[in-house]
């Protein structure tokens, strides 16, 4: 019998410089910051849980990950509901000289991809209709275009 996963709990990143990546997640893309651990941690909320995403500070030295190599892709967080929210996020990001490796239409859901200061991609999404998923769960494998 296999384990019944409920949710994602949380994603821990790599990360090289713990104030810098704290900023980064804390007043650019909002996330809350609800505590640090031993000087090379960082923890943050969205609100709903205790903590959604932590970083972990590698040290200056550390080396990036190889694109070509095994490991996390990307994270995906939801930021609203709607084409506008993510259209303000574009701008505020702009705003934030954060830059944009794209964006994508993948039917159930729209996003925007960045990166992180150490190169970890973030893509921020709204989600579309979810009868499109529920009556056909394959649709998720949808990239097209997307012009915000």
């Not at 409920?6 to 990546?21: E, F, I, P, Q, S």
């Not at 944009?100 to 991609?121: A, F, L, M």
Request: proline letters at 5%; glycine letters at 6%.
């Amino acid at each position: 019998m296999a384990i019944s996963v409920k949710h994602v709990g949380h994603v821990v990143l790599k990360v090289r410089d713990l104030d810098r990546a704290a900023a980064f997640y804390r007043d650019v893309l909002g996330l809350k910051e609800v505590a640090r651990y031993r000087g090379n941690m960082a923890f943050f909320s969205a609100g709903a849980n205790h903590h959604d995403l932590a970083v972990l500070a590698l040290g200056p030295n550390a080396r990036p990950a190889p694109r070509d190599a095994v490991g996390l892709y990307h994270v995906a967080l939801k930021i609203g509901d709607h084409l506008d929210d993510l259209r303000a996020a574009k701008a505020h990001l702009e705003a934030h000289r954060v830059p944009i490796r794209g964006t994508s239409d993948h039917r159930v859901s729209q996003s925007i991809y960045c990166e992180d200061p150490d190169g970890n991609v973030i893509e921020l999404f709204v989600d579309g209709d979810p009868a499109l998923w529920r009556d056909q769960p394959s649709i998720v494998a949808s990239v097209e275009p997307l012009d915000l």
